[in-house]
């Protein structure tokens, strides 16, 4: 086929792909109760349902009026009994801020300056398609399909839009696939190396709970649909413990803060144990029936004394005493864990011995007893995977797997075997939101390296790109919502046709596909048949629940046995089947100092926490709407009275925060927030929009965690200055 007839074919393909899209999308966007008499080009005000994308754990479900194909109400959906009706304020506007913001990109664009300078013009589908198809190609031919990198994220959860297409296209490819460990990299092997599951107490079943322990997770502002079953187990008397190195908005509210020293967790831990088994604390006839590696625990723990560990926790031995005490007595006790244990060094131990808790106590034996931690092994069960996972089935798969927390070290490793000469970047910020940014703007201002972004705005990292692909809103596409923080499914209707040129991230992939000569029946299926298909199910978990059903409905809770106590009896998940205090693969959890030069230490001697508390933006998300930014304010600094003092800082000084890997300008506010020797800064602002151009991942390391290769964010040394 010479090259004319080849871009007539592309063409064609390029238009019938956006049209056939389109029309399908059309037709059957529409609720069933709808489809007979209204459309979207109607004066009729037709009700779509959908659910929020981002990576949170409570997935709320939402409806979405609209007439003449334009959004005239949106707002979460009362019916739903555990989002009711609620979304949190980052996305009661969504609409406006995102899908009809007046910066959205909505058309494709190529880079005509520099990379990073964000100088680009419009280009079109096809042009742009054609372009990176045929420098693919020759990269392949060149370099091996291993040189393209995947690089999606969780910009959406909504499962197809996040994934489905995306991993046919790059299996079919041999590509290189991204291990996405920043969130959950290190505390989901961790737990399921003790549990086998992070399936735990139902969010629902805290009410039943009577003392709580919320284990570095901010509940009021990143769980908000939790925090009402918090209040609710307070109410029938409940003790609620906080256990966290920062005051956060849910610290304040506990009855008992424990503020550790940051990664200190698994020594407190199990310090806690020690208690517990030297004063006869533990459920014996629990750990002798459904335990393994007892023994070896208890012989290890000895050398965790409340005494020695005080000084490694920063806390008074009488409070380890008592919180152990405490927490053995709850009648039942219940763990809250999410991601905040995980981000430093000894971040896979600290969730395992946090995990191992339960097991010592017996809590689990109680409804509203044990752990809870994730949910999304309900939706790994229910829905049919082996139609969105389609991807594993096929002959072709990625060869190497890279770890996204390592992106900058990757993206300028020019000894790598081989090289990545190409990124595909969707659903993902790295310039934001991953560690050592600088290293990772360096790597991306390879003028070697084909990057392609899919975005709604030109973001930090969407700036970096040769060409950037306008993507789909929540609004715009059809999708699957699951959750990993509580027990909903829900379906994703598009409620308006897509505006501009923006298309699905599903369909970029599919017309890459084609692009690249790939013809595979896989690449046609298109989003509402996999919608379909993941309903398609005979689990269980959705007896009675359909596509027809999710349509009418937009949501369903899964039909779980009730009470829902996984391991009142054991049944563990692993192996073994029993809960095992010493992993196969790390041992027993152990506290381990991280270990930094004497330079180090007197270079960069206070330790910086970068956390998400910023209620307005999402990681990256929404950090450019303006009202959400004047709602937030400027990031500050948080440092204690005592290392201010020794600085000569006073509140409001305009501060220098740097190391060896950046340097970051916010202004100081002396608090008691944080430890002496210990600051923090939000994260999630874009470092472009605050002054100096640098934002905490210009500051964070990019060393990976004792388990799973997660990120150690918080094991990041600083200095500060008055700038
Ligand atoms: S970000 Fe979380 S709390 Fe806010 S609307 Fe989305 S799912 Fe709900």
Request: charged content about 25%.
């Amino acid at each position: 086929m010479n090259k004319k007839e080849s871009k007539i074919t592309r063409r064609k393909f390029v238009n019938l792909g956006a049209k056939g899209y389109a029309s399908v999308q059309l037709a059957c966007a529409l609720p069933v109760s709808v489809l007979a008499n209204t459309g979207r080009n109607s004066l009729e005000t037709s009700t779509f349902h959908g659910v929020c994308y981002h990576d949170c754990p409570d997935s709320c479900s939402w409806e979405v009026k609209v007439q003449d194909d334009k959004v005239i109400s949106f707002g979460g959906d009362k019916a739903n009994p555990f989002t009711a009706g609620k979304l949190c304020g980052k996305m009661e506007t969504f609409p406006d801020d995102i899908t009809y913001h007046p910066d959205r990109l909505l058309t494709p664009m190529k880079r005509i300056g520099k990379k990073g300078e964000g100088k680009f013009e419009p280009i079109s589908w096809e042009q742009a398609i054609g372009e990176i198809g045929d420098q693919l190609k020759q990269t392949i031919t060149e370099h091996g399909s291993e040189s393209v990198l995947s690089h999606g994220y969780m910009g959406t959860q909504s499962i197809v839009q996040k994934t489905v297409m995306s991993s046919r296209f790059f299996a079919r490819m041999e590509a290189s696939d991204i291990a996405h460990t920043i969130c959950g990299g290190a505390v989901i092997p961790a737990n399921f190396e003790v549990n086998g599951t992070a399936m735990g107490v139902l969010p629902e079943d805290m009410v039943h709970s009577r003392y709580i322990i919320l284990w570095g997770t901010n509940t009021k502002n990143s769980n908000v649909h939790q925090w009402p079953f918090v209040l609710k187990a307070k109410e029938a008397g409940a003790k609620i413990i906080v256990v966290d190195p920062f005051v956060s908005a849910t610290a304040k509210e506990a009855d008992w803060h424990i503020q550790p020293l940051p990664g200190t967790d698994v020594a407190l831990a199990l310090s806690m144990m020690n208690v517990m088994i030297n004063e006869d604390l533990v459920d014996q006839d629990y750990i002798d029936n459904y335990t393994s590696g007892y023994k070896d625990l208890k012989e290890h723990v000895k050398s965790y004394s409340p005494k020695s560990v005080s000084d490694i926790c920063g806390l008074p031995e009488e409070d380890i005493i008592q919180f152990a005490r405490e927490y053995a007595k709850g009648d039942p006790s219940l763990i809250r864990i999410l991601v905040g244990i995980e981000h430093n060094y000894n971040g896979g131990d600290g969730t395992r011995a946090v995990a191992i808790l339960p097991s010592l106590t017996g809590a689990w034996r109680k409804l509203g007893g044990g752990l809870m931690h994730l949910t999304f092994e309900m939706s790994g069960r229910a829905l049919n995977w082996e139609r969105l996972d389609f991807h594993r089935q096929m002959p072709t798969q990625p060869k190497r797997t890279l770890n996204m927390v390592q992106i900058g070290q990757l993206l300028n490793n020019l000894n790598l075997d081989p090289v990545i000469k190409s990124i595909f970047i969707y659903n993902s910020n790295p310039m934001v939101t991953s560690p050592n940014a600088n290293l990772t703007k360096k790597g991306l201002e390879r003028e070697d390296l084909l990057t392609v972004v899919l975005e709604h705005f030109m973001t930090e990292t969407a700036k970096y790109a040769d060409y950037v692909f306008p993507a789909t809103t929540q609004l715009e596409h059809w999708d699957i919502g699951d959750s990993w923080g509580q027990v909903y499914i829900n379906i994703n209707q598009p409620a308006i046709t897509p505006l501009g040129e923006a298309k699905p991230n599903s369909e970029f992939f599919r017309i890459m596909a084609h692009e690249m000569g790939y013809t595979d029946e896989c690449f046609k299926e298109s989003d509402m048949d996999l919608v379909k298909s993941a309903f398609d199910s005979d689990h269980p978990y959705l007896d009675g629940i359909d596509f027809e059903y999710m349509q009418k409905n937009g949501w369903a809770r899964y039909k779980i046995p009730e009470p829902f106590l996984p391991h009142a009896d054991g049944n563990f998940s692993t192996a073994s089947g029993k809960c095992e205090f010493i992993s196969q693969s790390s041992g027993l959890p152990t506290y381990k100092e991280v270990s930094y030069t004497e330079k180090e230490k007197t270079d960069h001697p206070l330790q910086l926490l970068t956390i998400k508390n910023t209620k307005g933006f999402h990681n990256s998300s929404h950090a450019n709407v303006k009202h959400l930014q004047q709602k937030e304010g400027l990031p500050w600094l948080d440092i204690h009275a005592d290392d201010a003092k020794a600085r000569d800082i006073q509140n409001g000084d305009e501060l220098m925060i740097f190391n060896q890997r950046g340097k970051v300008i916010l202004e100081a506010k002396i608090s008691a927030r944080i430890r002496p020797g210990v600051v923090c800064m939000p994260h999630g602002y874009w470092p472009s929009l605050i002054k100096g151009g640098q934002a905490s991942n210009n500051l964070t390391d990019d060393q990976l965690t004792d388990i799973g290769g997660g990120a150690a964010l918080q094991d990041c040394r600083v200095q500060v200055a008055k700038a």
